[in-house]
């Protein structure tokens, strides 16, 4: 490895972080897909429930989780990215929740880089970590990367709409055997992320025949990586409208009668897209670009805070508002949808694969 391929890997990453940064401050982190706003919820007058009453509690592979949801994926592996994940790792610890990394294959590459990650080890002791690597990855790097920060889990990312603007990147993906043997041989539980595109029935049909542990939808709606690739390259290619929502996602697991457990993420920005992220099927719900766009204002960390404590207030309303006492209630929660949403649902009731 040259000194050059360091700099290129570090320079991509920075990137990443700027590109993504414009992104949610101009207002780009829109869907042409379906979105919460299109589920509207039907009053309970009377739910019979107290504040105090509720729990919000839920279990995901096999832990227990105090608040259902998680600070998604991001960076790491540059001094800029290692600063971040530093304040996420603070922000986690003092709100009780769990973190996940960006990819760590950077650090794969260049050893000395892994220091950055260890950090948030670190400083969140006892919490429940996500390592991070991409699909095409072998198990012996994926060892790698969850011994790295002694994670709970591992995050493989599938991102084929990423890979093909980008003028570097991969043009073959072959990952499904191998996304298999590594859910059946790591230490840790696998969950297999999209990064942005959703997923469709076929792919939770593909996941339900391996040994992978959760699936993350990575719905549209929240950062869009082929746009931030597209700005970078000179290729061409653009798909910036490409893939499904994060509802979409969930209404597709559902359909695929999906059994493995779920993280809804994708354009989460507020308590009721947790609720309603949970009330379609979701165990958990997680964000990056809503707490990155945050984390970079004046005084972002102590805002990001202020808005997770908010957000474990205004959920325990969400389910008193419904009448619903803890998270198994919410599959009973109904809902009246738009004229879209039900466009989607006929188009897509019944699909075999």
């Not at 989780?65 to 290692?82: K, L, S």
């Not at 339900?208 to 709606?221: M, Y």
């Amino acid at each position: 490895m040259t000194k050059n391929e360091k700099d290129i890997h570090q320079h991509r990453k920075d990137e990443h972080l700027s590109l993504a940064l414009k992104y949610w401050r101009e207002g780009k982190n829109q869907t042409s897909g379906l979105t919460f706003s299109d589920l509207r919820l039907l009053p309970n007058s009377l739910p019979e429930l107290s504040v105090n009453e509720v729990s919000l509690k839920t279990q995901f592979l096999g832990e227990d989780f105090a608040f259902p949801f998680y600070i998604e994926a991001m960076t790491g592996g540059t001094a800029r990215a290692d600063r971040l994940n530093e304040q996420l790792a603070h922000i986690a610890k003092n709100q009780q929740l769990a973190l996940a990394v960006g990819s760590q294959s950077i650090a794969l590459k260049f050893p000395e880089l892994a220091s950055g990650f260890k950090k948030v080890r670190e400083i969140h002791p006892n919490g429940f970590l996500f390592a991070n690597l991409g699909a095409g990855h072998d198990l012996e790097n994926a060892k790698r990367a969850v011994d790295m920060i002694e994670a709970n889990a591992l995050e493989l990312h599938i991102n084929t709409a990423q890979e093909l603007p980008m003028d570097e990147g991969d043009r073959a993906f072959y990952w499904l055997d191998n996304i298999h043997e590594i859910a059946s041989k790591l230490e840790v539980p696998v969950v297999v992320k999209e990064v942005g595109f959703g997923m469709a029935q076929k792919t939770f049909k593909q996941l339900s025949q391996t040994a992978v542990a959760g699936i993350n939808v990575g719905g549209a709606g929240g950062t869009n990586f082929a746009w931030i690739e597209r700005k970078r390259s000179k290729n061409g290619f653009n798909v910036d409208d490409f893939g499904l929502s994060t509802v979409e996602s969930l209404f597709e697991a559902k359909a695929a009668g999906n059994q493995k457990q779920l993280v809804a993420t994708g354009g989460i920005s507020k308590a009721e897209d947790i609720f309603k992220s949970l009330c379609l099927g979701a165990d958990l719900a997680s964000s990056a670009g809503f707490i990155l766009s945050t984390l970079m204002q004046e005084n972002g960390a102590e805002k990001v805070e202020a808005t997770l404590a908010q957000w474990k207030a205004d959920l325990a309303k969400f389910l008193v508002l419904t009448g619903c006492q803890n998270r198994s209630e919410l599959a009973q929660v109904e809902f009246l949808y738009s004229a879209n949403a039900l466009n989607f649902l006929q188009q897509r009731q019944g699909k075999i694969y």
